[in-house]
């Protein structure tokens, strides 16, 4: 990754924060269902810059521990494995899906983004689960949820399941209607010839 490219990762990072950090204050509106719209943005980065695997474990690290900040979750450092499991998933299906050009079609991008959607929702409730019985001291209540799983009263099924309703399904759903809404913008951003996927010429044109 050249300077260009990292600055733009840390672009879409700052995005995901943003919008990660305001959808706590949606409550009011969507009720107890969360969307984690914050997935959309972070995907674009192994979707708009070419990287190895490592460098994408790199920059899903720093996702999590950025987004770790900004959550309203009962265990925050469950973010951490969550996000770095939805880039790297994403850019291994991003991968496998491009043709022969390196293009990426936009039904391969949906896909791409549902596969990083549902591997970041099954870390984020495992290590949700497990951290919470690990390390309670690193929790914070809510609803009672950590008290609930702390003590046995909610099983692992208890709290996939209820999440899975809440935040799983509406999430894929949020993601799969933006990345639907402009066709001819995502054949854009991830079309190997077109200007918007040159990082540096779209970002940085003088």
Request: charged share 10%; net charge neutral.
């Amino acid at each position: 990754m050249n300077s260009r490219e990292i600055a733009l990762t840390g672009l879409l990072i700052a995005l995901a924060w943003s919008v990660h950090y305001l959808m706590r204050f949606t409550g009011s509106i969507t009720g107890d269902l969360q969307f984690g719209i914050s997935i959309s943005f972070y995907c674009l980065i192994v979707l708009l810059i070419r990287m190895s695997l490592s460098q994408a474990s790199i920059v899903g690290l720093a996702t999590g521990l950025a987004l770790a900040t900004a959550t309203a979750a009962p265990f925050p450092l469950a973010n951490v494995p969550a996000h770095m499991a939805g880039i790297v998933s994403c850019k291994i299906a991003a991968d496998r899906l491009r043709g022969e050009d390196g293009s990426l079609r936009p039904g391969a991008v949906s896909a791409a983004v549902v596969i990083a959607t549902a591997s970041s929702f099954l870390a984020f409730v495992l290590a949700s689960y497990y951290g919470i019985l690990s390390f309670p001291e690193l929790a914070r209540g809510g609803a009672g949820i950590v008290e609930a799983i702390a003590d046995g009263r909610i099983g692992l099924v208890g709290f996939v399941i209820p999440s899975l309703l809440k935040v799983g399904l509406p999430t894929m759903a949020c993601s799969m209607t933006s990345l639907y809404s402009s066709e001819t913008t995502m054949q854009q951003l991830v079309n190997p010839n077109s200007k918007i996927q040159d990082a540096s010429a779209w970002l940085f044109t003088t």
